[in-house]
Nanobody, 124 residues
Framework: QVQLMESGGGSVQPGGSLRLSCRAS????????MAWFRQAAGKKREGIAA???????WVPDSVKGRFTISRDNAKNVLTLQMDSLQPEDTAMYFC??????????????????WGQGTQVAVSS
């Protein structure tokens, strides 16, 4: 089992920044994919960034240039730096892990382990 704990959510004004962190513990493998998803009220869960332990990242065009994903393999910590936040970024943000994987995807079915989420609210 892998346990995931997200932190760093909060409220911010449009144009502001937030930094989310996800700490993984338990049976996370050395080759694994860690990802960030978000789910706004009434919408499907959306994959917004993923990173494998080899340093490769997957980021969709919808957030590319504003969101930056990084990973500390030694500490099993995944970070999402979010800049130029807009009201449409308001959502619950989740961390997810797939073990024994060097390739990442942004579909939620790809991941086996999920955190509880951290709320991000962007409003003026």
């Amino acid at each position: 089992q892998v346990q995931l704990m997200e932190s760093g959510g909060g409220s911010v004004q449009p144009g502001g920044s937030l930094r989310l962190s996800c700490r993984a513990s338990g049976s996370i493998t050395s080759n694994s994919c860690m990802a960030w998803f978000r789910q706004a009220a009434g919408k499907k869960r959306e994959g917004i960034a993923a990173r494998n332990n080899g340093g490769n990242s997957w980021v969709p065009d919808s957030v590319k240039g504003r969101f930056t994903i990084s990973r500390d393999n030694a500490k099993n910590v995944l970070t999402l730096q979010m800049d130029s936040l807009q009201p449409e970024d308001t959502a619950m943000y989740f961390c997810a892990v797939r073990n024994s994987a060097s390739w990442c995807e942004l579909g939620e079915d790809y991941y086996s382990y999920w955190g509880q989420g951290t709320q991000v609210a962007v409003s003026s």
